[in-house]
Structures are given as C-alpha cells and as structure tokens.
C-alpha cells in the first residue's frame, strides 16, 4: 500500500513538474501544437508518419517503431511567440473603452517530449511517449480596452502514449497506441459591472424576482465598476492513435496515421473579485462550480520519405486536422450565473509541408523544410483569446552523431503569420475591433539515446 501510494505521488509530481515549465504559443494552429520531434523541427515535420529515424514517431506513427533499435529521446522546444494589438473598443454600454492596446500577449515558452522505443521480439516492438499535443497562453495587460473581452488564457496538456507496433513483412509494419490525456485550464477576465447591473436587475424584476430593482445600480458608473472573473478547470480523458508504414523499396517510405478526437469534460471553480453587492443575492458573480466540454481534434497524415543516394533525402507530408467540431466555447455555472457562450465555428484545416536532409558525413546532418499551415479560426470568429491566423514555415536544422549510440538533434522554424483582423461583438462584453502584428519563432533540441 505505501508503495502503491509512492508511485500514485510520483506521478502527480511528474504531471506538476511538466504543467510548471510548459506554457505554450496562442498563435500555434488553433492551439494543436506539432513540435513533437526536434529532428523534423529542422524539416517542417514534413514526411512526419514516414521518416521513423527515432522514437518521436511514437507520436507521428507507431509503426516507425519496427525500424528502430532500443532507444530512447528527450526533447524540449522553446516557442517564442510576439502578439501586439492596435484598435479600439466599446464597453457593453456602447462607450469607447478605456486603457491601451494590452502590450505584447505573446511570451515565451517550453514544450518538453520524452519517448522510448523497444524490440520485443518476433516481429513485435513496444514504447511509450509523454507530450504536450495541445496548448495555449495568451496574456494582455490588466487595464487594455479588450479586459472585457480576454486578459489571461491558459490552456495545458499533457498526453500519455503507450504503444505497440508489428512488423507484418518486409514491406508492412502497423502500430497502435492509447492516449491517456490530461487538460487544465484557465480564463480571466473583467467585468463592466456599472454597465450591466440596470438591465440585468431589470430583467429580473420582470421575472418577478424579490429585490431585483434597478434603482439599487445608481451610482455604478461604466468602466468605473469593474469586477474580476476566473475560470479555471481541469480533467482526465482518453483516446486512440493508429499507424500504417509501407517501404516498398529500402529507399521509399510511406506513412499513414491517424489519431482520434479526445472530448474534455472539464470541472472545476470559477471566482469573482471586485464585484458589486447587487448582484450577488441573486447568484451572480458568485464562487461557484463550473463545467465546460473541449472536444479536441482528430487528425489524419499521409507522408512519403525517399533516399535520392546515399547523401540526400526528401520528404512530404499533408495533414487533416477536425477542427470542426469545436463550434463553441460554452462554460456552465452551478450558480445561477447564465452560461458563458462564446461562438468559435472553427474550420476543419490542412497543413501541407516539405523537406530535405543533406548528410555531409556519417556524423553531420543538415536539415531544411518549410510549410504552409492553415488556420481553422475565420476572421468572423477570432477573438482576442485565441488570434490565430494562416503560417508559412521556414524551418533549418542539424543532427549530429556524438558516438555510436548518443545523437543529438537542433531545428529552428519561424513562422511568417498573416496579420489577424480582429471583430469580436459581444452585448456583454462590448466590441473590439483592430489588427495584430504577430510573429513566432522556435528553437528545438534533442537528445537521442541507442540503449
């Protein structure tokens, strides 16, 4: 039992420790983040289902896994992201809000992989991968003129991914893996108390409720009454990741890889700072419970991998991403706070990439790729939470083989965005209108281990 109770401990422990140095860009695709291996880093993860040159392609394809020895990776990527707002708001009274454009809401952060790779005989391989498959931070000043709308957006995962691969022949190898994926997240916000408190007393007294009256707001000035919200809630769900890889020659590889939606259930607290009297006997802006459902994304790959001679290789890659069935953002408050609906509509997207490897010698690999990485959020549904557009990678890296059996890998990628146009409208959180200028660049190495 006290053993039992040891491991259940370590692995919280392991679970805080990555949460704690991971933070992730808001201006990745949607927030799916593909820095998964530092080796294809250099390539623009084209050719991501088929290369199978280490253990990453646990997470790209688990049949890769028939192509490697035991081995073992642990990577890390820093993601240095640049949002900047110019425009201009209204509060939910219509007057323009006050404060300035909320400063630079990007930031630094680090995206950690670990993935272990081993033969087990007959033709069967197993492994298990630890990643972070989503995320997002975004975090404006506390007194811009979009604090109705977003100051702080926080989203963290982490994804476990047991394997097993099998080497039907010399030409089929197909992979299986399980998802066991923790998200938490967090939202704040502020609230224009002196604009909302006459009619939603209004709208009470109507409905008959005792004290609702709206002559109890005078004095509450918009802009002059803000209160505080935050949101925070966390869980633990499953899914599935299936690969095929196909070599019909020793020089051509093709992948196929598929892995499955997750739906988040989350659970957790909302909590309110600086709010009016009013309204709370009424079970407004109140501590309370919360719930909210995120269904995460299927994806789907096809990547092909060819050796032209010994020294050079090139590779492809189009991947499927189901953004579409994340069609709203709906928090729901065990209080009798109204459900928090923001509409997203997002976009099922492709990504389409390619790239080359250049072998100078048995030691010294240079990589480069580049990227067209589209954006499922349209310019009617951008908010400030999450202001993502379309990217074009520029992505270099290089591999070196310290001995026989230790490598190690670095790949630079910056991302070119399209400046994303901002029309959030909301009748309780005012409009916010205006441009962004943004930019994204990403550093990621490895350390890559035959044992």
Same mark, same amino acid.
């Not at 006459?198 to 802009?223: M, R, S």
């Given at each position: 039992?006290r053993?039992?109770k040891?491991n259940?401990?370590?692995?919280?422990?392991l679970?805080?420790?990555i949460?704690?140095? $991971?933070t992730?860009s808001?201006?990745?695709?949607g927030?799916a983040?593909?820095e998964?291996?530092a080796?294809q880093q250099?390539?623009a993860f084209?050719?991501?289902?088929?290369v199978?040159?280490?253990?990453?392609?646990i997470?790209f394809?688990?049949a890769?896994m028939?192509?490697?020895?035991r081995?073992a990776?642990?990577g890390?990527?820093?993601? !240095?992201?640049s /949002?900047k707002?110019?425009g201009s *708001?209204?509060?939910?009274a219509?007057f323009p809000t006050?404060g300035?454009?909320?400063?630079?809401?990007g *930031?630094?952060g680090?995206?950690?992989?670990?993935y272990?790779s081993t033969?087990l005989?007959?033709?069967l391989?197993?492994?298990?991968?630890i990643?972070v498959?989503?995320?997002?931070s975004?975090k404006?000043?506390g007194n811009?003129? %979009?604090?109705?709308q977003?100051?702080?957006?926080?989203v963290?995962?982490?994804n476990i991914?047991?394997?097993?691969?099998y080497?039907?022949?010399n030409h089929f190898?197909v992979?299986v893996?399980?998802s066991?994926? $923790?998200i938490d997240a967090?939202?704040t916000?502020?609230?224009?108390?002196?604009s909302?408190c006459?009619?939603?007393?209004?709208?009470?007294q109507?409905?008959g409720?005792p004290?609702?009256?709206?002559?109890n707001c005078? *004095?509450?000035v918009?802009?002059?009454?803000d209160g505080?919200?935050?949101?925070e *809630?966390?869980?633990?769900?499953g899914?599935?990741?299936l690969?095929l890889?196909y070599?019909?020659t020793?020089s051509?590889?093709i992948?196929?890889?598929y892995?499955?939606?997750?739906n988040?259930q989350?659970?957790g607290?909302?909590?309110?700072?600086?709010t009016i009297?009013q309204l709370?006997?009424? %079970?407004?802006?109140v501590k309370?419970g919360? +719930?909210?459902?995120?269904?995460?994304?299927?994806t789907a790959?096809?990547s092909i991998?060819?050796?032209?001679n010994?020294?050079w290789?090139?590779?492809?890659?189009?991947?499927?991403?189901?953004w579409d069935?994340f069609d709203e953002?709906r928090i729901?408050?065990? +209080?009798n706070?109204p459900d928090?609906?923001?509409?997203e509509?997002?976009n099922?997207v492709?990504?389409?990439?390619?790239g080359v490897?250049?072998r100078?010698n048995?030691a010294?690999?240079?990589?480069?790729g580049?990227?067209?990485?589209?954006?499922p959020?349209?310019?009617?549904?951008r908010?400030?939470?999450?202001?993502?557009?379309?990217r074009?990678? /520029?992505?270099a890296?290089v591999?070196y083989?310290?001995t026989? +059996?230790i490598? !190690?890998?670095v790949?630079?990628?910056?991302?070119f965005?399209?400046d994303?146009?901002?029309r959030?409208? +909301?009748?309780?959180?005012?409009t916010l209108t205006?441009?962004y200028?943004?930019?994204v660049? !990403?550093?990621s190495?490895?350390?890559?281990?035959? !044992?």
């Amino acid at each position: 039992m006290r053993r039992l109770k040891a491991n259940t401990l370590s692995f919280h422990l392991l679970i805080a420790g990555i949460l704690t140095i $991971y933070t992730a860009s808001g201006m990745a695709s949607g927030f799916a983040l593909i820095e998964q291996s530092a080796s294809q880093q250099g390539n623009a993860f084209a050719g991501g289902s088929a290369v199978a040159n280490d253990a990453s392609t646990i997470y790209f394809n688990p049949a890769g896994m028939t192509r490697l020895k035991r081995q073992a990776v642990v990577g890390a990527h820093l993601i !240095i992201t640049s /949002a900047k707002f110019d425009g201009s *708001g209204t509060d939910p009274a219509g007057f323009p809000t006050s404060g300035g454009n909320g400063g630079d809401a990007g *930031g630094n952060g680090v995206v950690p992989n670990l993935y272990f790779s081993t033969p087990l005989g007959d033709g069967l391989f197993a492994g298990i991968g630890i990643n972070v498959p989503f995320g997002l931070s975004t975090k404006y000043d506390g007194n811009w003129k %979009g604090r109705y709308q977003a100051i702080e957006s926080e989203v963290k995962t982490i994804n476990i991914n047991p394997s097993l691969a099998y080497k039907v022949n010399n030409h089929f190898s197909v992979g299986v893996g399980i998802s066991l994926q $923790y998200i938490d997240a967090k939202l704040t916000q502020n609230i224009d108390q002196g604009s909302l408190c006459v009619p939603t007393l209004a709208q009470l007294q109507a409905l008959g409720a005792p004290g609702a009256d709206p002559a109890n707001c005078t *004095g509450l000035v918009p802009q002059g009454s803000d209160g505080f919200a935050k949101v925070e *809630g966390d869980n633990w769900a499953g899914g599935f990741n299936l690969g095929l890889l196909y070599e019909p020659t020793n020089s051509t590889r093709i992948g196929l890889a598929y892995r499955s939606k997750v739906n988040q259930q989350l659970t957790g607290k909302a909590r309110f700072k600086n709010t009016i009297p009013q309204l709370s006997p009424f %079970g407004l802006f109140v501590k309370t419970g919360i +719930s909210a459902d995120i269904n995460l994304p299927q994806t789907a790959s096809l990547s092909i991998y060819h050796d032209v001679n010994t020294r050079w290789s090139v590779m492809a890659d189009a991947t499927w991403t189901g953004w579409d069935n994340f069609d709203e953002l709906r928090i729901k408050f065990d +209080s009798n706070q109204p459900d928090t609906v923001v509409d997203e509509n997002w976009n099922d997207v492709w990504r389409y990439s390619l790239g080359v490897d250049f072998r100078v010698n048995s030691a010294w690999t240079l990589r480069a790729g580049t990227a067209f990485d589209k954006s499922p959020i349209s310019d009617s549904n951008r908010t400030a939470r999450i202001p993502g557009e379309d990217r074009i990678w /520029a992505s270099a890296g290089v591999g070196y083989q310290m001995t026989q +059996s230790i490598g !190690i890998d670095v790949g630079y990628s910056h991302l070119f965005i399209d400046d994303p146009k901002l029309r959030e409208n +909301s009748p309780t959180t005012g409009t916010l209108t205006g441009d962004y200028k943004a930019d994204v660049n !990403i550093i990621s190495a490895q350390l890559v281990w035959d !044992i």
